[in-house]
């Protein structure tokens, strides 16, 4: 009876164990072909941002790219191995697209075959700052290439601790081609700046989903790089895990010492991550960092040592010989708790892998004592939905001794809307930071460069008017940047009704320039940083424009923003109006005033050729779609160079919609840039007539004063000097005559002009001598300035002698304009 009774428990022990071990491995099958991999990958480059990605075929090799961080130093990356065995930096290896599998060396796991790979490259020589197993080069074993870092891994609630064997991404990516044992297709192509990106695509079984693994150069040009995951779903109803990262650190100059790995590792400060410190035992002495500062970052970190405990969530030891260490953590967590967070929280320059017990510190290390430094990045938990694709980023950079890093960033808020869009009219705020995340360095910021976008208007009243020209933001900031400080300019802008109309799949892009040096040396480069700004289109979609032409200098001429003229010219204005969304005008005015310097042409004013008074008229219903034309004349009456800009404006506008704007006005000004007149002095018009009547002659002679004098007498006087304008009459040139006969025959003096002045008698006579028509002369500028007062009615005299013939008598008398000398 007792050995029935035990048969059943035994058969019941192993059958459940069976079936654990069952339900634990067991794996979603597809049917998988490299045809399905390509065409999510064509998904997927959708959300990557490269378009121009070409597949390398047949066990390619790999590839790599290097951005320049100054001198002879550079940060490299590549998937696989870039060195030779002696120490070169150099591509080659062709098991990244090989199956990759786990194993184990000196206790610590590892992972082989398609590894992330950052390193230095200096002078030409790999300087490792990820931990490198000593025969990972070309030619040796290159599938070892940074294999005791999990890089990411993908984790559900019922995970095992063990995850960097368990759910690690590309350990689990399902093989696409057996008999070549290919797992993933390698991608290589080119981003904005030119610079080589790679990826790596494959089908991850235990989630029924299709990852890519990007490595691109920050596009801001920066020395960082861009380590991307991107997961699609294309199948299941939704899949749900929760995206880590793990790496092995090794700041390293020589790649095949396997000691060095014990390195100093600290916050950043502010949750953005950690870096960690060769310190000057190393030559040259170099900084890795890490940092979520980038879309799709990372949401918590955590130091750690590398081994024994080998669960990546958990930190370390106290001792040895201790229990492992459960606050910090940062194990799978859907809402973690505090003690799950890791070190996010961590003081800047925290040193992370030093602990702390009523208050005796202690140094965190692995069940050998020791501190093989590592860490591990945790993204918030994922529900991926069918067809949807999400993406899992993580900066890395890394520096050596008296080099900058600098990082930069834009950003913005929106200080108009509360509803999370953008809208015309909106005010937002930008700012520039610049950080410095180099080592033993300084960063002299010497320009930056932001010009606004077609869509933004510049808040002159947010910069220094020396920082900024019309929408463009240019000026030398002067300042200098320690290690691991930031600097920060702002300014506002508001998104104008031009923005609708310069969209780009529904955004506006704005990028800012920074350039700088490293302190004392002539290395100046040039950083860029982008912000997307979604703006939502509104229904009252309009363009408002304003522009000139010299109609004097070309009257077919093309129409611009801005014109040049002199005094005297004719200034064409056209303004045009357009909407064409769901809303029109139904009501409204026009108005526009003219800035000094221009006087309107009467009678030039028109809307769509209807004429109009002036310059502030009502503009009633105008049709979506059609352009409506205002159209005016100016001349321009400035003696003195300026410029005369100026806006035109719509109204207390209302639309069928129901909408209504106090006012709108056109994009941009129309601009006349008027030139100095020359120095001048001239007569702008003279009179026409000195009319003295008529009178029945005797035998007596007369003297007749002038009944009127026809026509103006205008002069230009430009200059701030003295001058004087005359008259005379010469009796034997230009005489007066009735055709045949001469009014006056005798030398005596035939005309008489009463000069203004302030003597009692001031008539003088009108000879071949010039008489001045103001005793004292004139002084100083005078523009289109009218002397009619002075030669009005009963200002001449004309004497006609006795028995002078009959007739209708004309002659004519001669003007003068001349500074005078005080």
Known sequence: MRNYKTIPKLFLLFFTALLMVLTFNTTTVKALNQTDVENAEKVMRKYDGIDNWKLKSNSPSNDYDTIPIGGNISIGYAFGTVRDVNGNVKAGDNTITKASSTGTVNNAPTINNSKINIFLDYNGKYYGILHQNKNAYINGNPETASDTSIDYALLTGNSTSYFYKDMNLLNKLSIIDSSSNTSKLFYTGTDSNGKKVFKLVGYYGPKDVYVEIVLRPSPSGSPVVQRELYVYNADSSSTQFQTFYGEDTGL?????????????????????????????????????????????????????????????????????????????SLPWASNPSSSQMGDTKADADANLLVGSNYGREYDIVDSSGKQDTAYTLRWPETNLAKGQVEKYVSNIGATISGYAVPTVKKTYTNETSTDGKNHVGDKLNFTLTVRNDGYNSNWQLTRILDALPKGLTLDPNSVNTSMANGDTIDFNPGTSIPDKTSTKYTFSATINNQAPYNLTDGKLTNTAKFTGNNKGQSDSKTYEASVDIPVETPTFKYRFTKQVRNNTDDPNGAFSSETTAKQGD????????????????????????????LELVPGSVALNGVKQNDLNFSLGTLSNTITNKITFQAKVTAID????????????????????????????????????????????????????GSVNMTDSERILPNVKTTGNLIINHTAETPFQVSVSYDNNNAPLTNGSDKLIN??????????????????????????????????????????????????????VPANSKSGKYTGQVTWTIADTIN
């Open 641 to 692: 160079k300026t410029t005369a800009s100026n806006t035109a404006y719509m109204t207390n506008i209302t639309t069928n919609t129901g909408q209504q704007y106090d006012s709108i006005q056109t994009e941009q000004p129309a601009v006349v840039n008027i030139e100095a007149a020359p120095q001048t002095t001239s007569f702008v018009e003279v009179p026409t007539n000195i009319d003295f």
């Open 252 to 328: 390293n100059p020589n790649n095949d010492d396997q000691t060095v790995d014990n390195v100093p590792m600290f916050a950043i400060g502010g949750g953005q991550g950690l870096y960690l410190l060769s310190g000057s035992n190393y030559d040259p002495a170099s900084k890795l960092f890490v940092t979520n500062n980038v879309d799709g970052g990372f949401q918590d970190f955590m130091g750690r040592v590398l081994t024994n405990p080998t669960n990546w969530g958990v930190k370390g030891k106290v001792n040895n010989t201790g229990s492992n260490i459960s606050d910090p």
């Open 746 to 799: 005798d030398n005596d003096d035939a005309m008489f002009f009463h000069q203004a002045g302030n003597e009692s008698n001031n008539w003088r006579t009108v000879s071949t001598s010039p008489v001045p028509i103001k005793s004292e002369g004139f002084s100083g500028q005078m523009l289109n300035q009218s002397l009619n007062d002075y030669i009005g009615a009963k200002k001449w005299k004309l004497r």
């Open 570 to 597: 004719i200034i064409d204005y056209e303004v045009q109006f357009i909407s064409n969304g769901t809303s029109n005008v139904t009501g409204g005015n026009f108005k526009d005033n003219l800035p000094a310097g």
